[in-house]
């Protein structure tokens, strides 16, 4: 009988283990951002959101991206995004399927941009219309970002450097040498076992 209630205990104790993990390593409420006047959800859009016809998409080194992605894989290099009013974003995708898709087909699952600069080694700049999550971080401060951040856990806060946690989301927030916004990038986590294309 004893045996018994000692198994009882370690099977309730490794299921609230799994439970503490899954929490942890999960959750959260998929960011929604909007790039260039497209609405982006993280984990949920696919690349096409960005319309060929109107977006200028390459991976570095070998222009449009091409071919198709296999299952359960993620792309392991960005790609930047840009249009004829100015360059906005760079986009990390995933291919959570089963079966291999076309890489423009693939879901995004990170975005970085940005904030317009005259920096000649900036090459890419969201400009003033960039929201995460509504909010636009154009011109924002340290005690901004803490401010609209403040539901999420923090990871970390410097005079340069700001990131929080929603779950299986990063957000993290590069600051200028004023302590402004210069550099967004948000991400969500994704399933180790996928294999890097």
């Not at 018994?4 to 283990?17: S, Y």
């Not at 200028?56 to 894989?73: D, F, T």
């Not at 993620?74 to 995708?93: E, K, P, R, T």
Request: charged share 20%; with cysteine.
């Amino acid at each position: 009988m004893k045996r018994m209630k000692k198994q009882i205990a370690a099977i309730i104790l490794l299921a609230a283990l799994t439970m503490t993990l899954s929490a942890c390593s999960g959750g959260g409420t998929p960011p929604v951002l909007t790039v260039a006047g497209k609405e982006v959800t993280l984990g949920e859009s696919a690349l096409s959101v960005f319309p060929m016809t109107e977006f200028e998409i390459k991976l570095p080194n070998q222009g449009m991206p091409i071919g198709k992605m296999p299952g359960k894989s993620w792309l392991s290099s960005f790609m930047s995004l840009s249009n004829d009013d100015g360059s906005y974003a760079y986009l990390y995708v995933y291919n959570p399927d089963s079966d291999e898709v076309m890489v423009t087909s693939a879901t995004i699952y990170g975005i970085s941009f940005h904030m317009y600069s005259e920096d000649p080694d900036v090459s890419y700049w969201a400009q003033d219309n960039a929201l995460v999550n509504g909010v636009d971080y154009f011109g924002m401060d340290a005690e901004g970002v803490k401010e609209t951040m403040a539901e999420f856990k923090t990871l970390t806060e410097s005079d340069d450097y700001m990131a929080y946690r929603d779950g299986k989301y990063t957000y993290s927030f590069h600051l200028d040498e004023n302590g402004i916004v210069e550099e967004v990038e948000v991400e969500m986590k994704v399933n180790k076992s996928y294999t890097s294309y």
